[in-house]
């Protein structure tokens, strides 16, 4: 099939290769023109593993290519972002452009599939009710579908590949055509559901992770006041057969986590409790750690340099979406007290992709590991208390080992661990 894809993101342009590098012909639509550039290079700026050498191999068999507009095609994928508003409702300007776009050059006979993460409803109704407009039957004259992703970057396209889908048509028709498009390439199980179903079920997979990671953030601070390691607690309770905590941490981002969630309260808010409850709990975690940081450091006179490792919302990745690390730098930026240095060598935001780790902890009250960026592993802790000024460190990962960092006179702190009172 010839493929036109709209939005190549962290998720459309992983799609696009996928689906080019299996017997399709694809065309990548999106608004930024260094995005479409790169492409017809072979070449991609964001960072993800095997990303550029399947699309130069893919570019250059004539298999894919990118436009600065849509094309008439077989099907219609679209991967566009779907964020929230500042009072947490769902933004949905982007499906609505994305599905306007595609008016002009559909027709009837069509595939046209959203991919992005959406609330309830969004495919039957919202989209439904544009090509109505537009003047389709969206249950007769064409073939709509949801089907989500289910993806880690930095795996992203062994995880398209492996991972199982649920794919949601507007009927079972739909849902049937669509499957059998994603089966080019899709490897794991793919289930067929009707899109609200598939819809909720993305959003729920999300919730999940974000529920249990407000359980464990709320565990390290009842550990902090209690003087117990929080992450002892998690490790043994781990051995239950039926116990899955997960890790607490500075906050929750990534364009899933961190919103997905709040498509569910802004939809019920007088059901969702636990989820409301469990999102203001990781949204609230920078402010806790600021707090934390204030804290530490309350016995320094005059500025207090704090050097923070790790901007980026997860390791070893350069996304920074939602990242709780910039939330977290702004609430120090505010504070007039604090001078604050970023060093992550994935991203360059305020120059902390080509500076230093030792320079940055030059005369630093405190070091803030935010990111276990492999990077961060195997650090001279010896260099970095010559460097200090007040030779202390804050763990928010669990990422250093308590026994090392000590050995080299370091102070150290682990968030969800009470054991240094102040």
């Known amino acids: 099939m010839k493929i036109c894809v709209i939005g190549l993101g962290y998720i459309g342009l992983p ?17 930024n023109k260094k995005v479409i ?36 095609a077989d099907a219609f994928i679209i991967c566009v972002p779907t964020p929230i508003l500042p009072d947490k409702s769902p933004d949905l300007s982007y499906v609505e452009s994305g599905v ?28 439904g009710s544009i090509l109505r407009e537009a003047g389709f039957n969206p249950e007769e004259d064409l073939y709509v579908a949801y089907c989500p992703e289910r993806v880690l970057p930095g795996k992203i396209l062994k995880e398209l590949r492996e991972n199982s889908r649920v794919v949601g048509g507007i009927n079972e028709k739909s849902a049937e055509v669509v499957k059998n498009l994603y089966k080019s390439f899709v490897e794991g199980e793919i289930y067929t559901s009707d ?22 953030n709320e565990l390290a601070m009842l550990c ?29 981002g990534g364009h899933c986590i961190a919103v997905d ?35 530490l450091t309350s016995d320094v006179d005059g500025v207090r340099k704090v050097c923070i490792l790790g ?27 604090f001078e604050t240095v970023v060093v992550d060598s994935h991203v360059d935001y305020e120059g902390s992709k080509d500076r230093n780790l030792y320079d940055a902890a030059e005369g630093a009250h405190l070091v803030v590991l935010a990111v276990n960026h492999n990077e961060f592993k195997n650090v001279d802790f010896g260099r970095i208390k010559n460097a200090m000024k007040c030779p202390r460190v804050l763990d928010t990962r669990n990422f250093w080992d308590a026994s090392i960092v000590e050995k080299e006179g370091l102070e150290y702190h682990l968030l969800g661990w009470g054991r240094h009172k102040r």
């Open 15 to 31: 799609t696009a290769a996928m689906f080019a590098s299996s017997g399709h012909t694809v065309v990548g639509f999106d608004v």
């Open 37 to 72: 550039e790169a492409l017809n290079q072979g070449k991609v700026i964001i960072e993800e593993p095997y990303l550029e050498e399947m699309v130069e191999k893919a570019v250059k068999q004539g298999t894919l290519r990118a436009s600065d507009k849509p094309e008439e």
């Open 100 to 127: 306007k776009v595609i008016i002009p050059y559909l027709k009837k006979g069509n595939i046209v599939i959203l991919e992005s993460t959406s609330p309830p409803g969004t495919t039957r109704d919202f989209m």
């Open 195 to 216: 899109a609200t179903t598939a819809e909720m079920c993305k959003l729920m997979e999300n919730t999940y992770r974000d529920v249990n990671i407000a359980l464990a």
């Open 224 to 252: 902090e006041k209690m003087g117990v390691n929080a992450w002892d607690v998690i490790r043994f309770a781990n051995k239950h057969p039926r116990v899955n905590l997960h890790m607490p941490g500075p906050g929750v």
């Open 261 to 295: 969630p709040w498509f569910i309260v802004s939809n019920q808010p007088e059901t969702a409790k636990i989820i409301n409850l469990a999102r203001n709990t990781n949204d609230g975690m920078p402010h806790y750690v600021f707090e934390k940081i204030k804290n």
């Open 311 to 337: 901007v980026t919302y997860k390791p070893d990745v350069d996304d920074m979406r939602e990242s709780p690390i910039i939330e977290l730098i702004h609430l120090l930026t505010e504070d007039k007290i």
